[in-house]
């Protein structure tokens, strides 16, 4: 299975989900499909 690419409008709003949802980083993330640990890199 190859790396997953992720557009900038993408990684924008879901940084902008994680920051304003109120639920934890990784529920954010399963939510969208994608990795705790990289939506915690797109934070910072």
């Known amino acids: 299975?190859?790396?997953r690419k992720y557009t900038d409008e993408?990684?924008?709003e879901a940084v902008k989900l994680a920051q304003r949802s109120g639920?934890?980083?990784s529920q954010t993330a399963k939510e969208l499909g994608t990795?705790?640990?990289m939506l915690r890199g797109w934070v910072r």
Request: no cysteine; net charge neutral; aromatic share 8%.
């Open 1 to 3: 299975m190859g790396r």
């Open 10 to 12: 993408f990684k924008e």
């Open 23 to 25: 639920v934890p980083v």
């Open 35 to 37: 990795n705790a640990e």
